[in-house]
């Protein structure tokens, strides 16, 4: 990849971001449930600090990155279908959406990843792959124990 390339691709995670934190703002102020609206009010903070890495190593791709992956997937949004946003959306729903928008994210950085040929940009989209890994596995507990609570 040249210069070119690579500075469009980071644009073009850049607004990603942006987007990602634009959508979870809106969603904090739709959702009735206090719990679910901080869910998305925390992932929102989280796209934005995802953008500022990104502006950061695009200006300075010596920077260094490590983000581990978490420890498991439990595969549950790929299993779902992209479930509609409305006001009247029940946790659970707000939550599957949000999980599908994150694996989504993950696929797209591990894509890049893979047809990267440049091992430092590889790293990176690898670790922004694992950001939003984290958001998903957050969001799938959280789907698990809103969506599936135990009865006792």
Known sequence: ????????????????????????????????????????????????????????????????????APASDFKIAESMELPRLSPNAKPADAIALAMKKEQQAVEFYRALALRSTDSALKQVLDNLANMELGHKHRLENAFVEIGYPEVF
């Open 1 to 68: 990849m040249n210069s070119d390339e690579i500075d469009e691709l980071f644009s073009i995670a850049i607004s990603r971001e942006i987007e990602a934190n634009e959508f979870y703002q809106a969603v904090a102020k739709k959702v009735r449930d206090p719990a679910v609206a901080e869910i998305f009010s925390d992932l929102a903070r989280e796209e934005h600090g995802h953008m500022e890495v990104l502006e950061r190593y695009k200006h300075d791709p010596t920077l260094e990155m490590k983000i581990p």
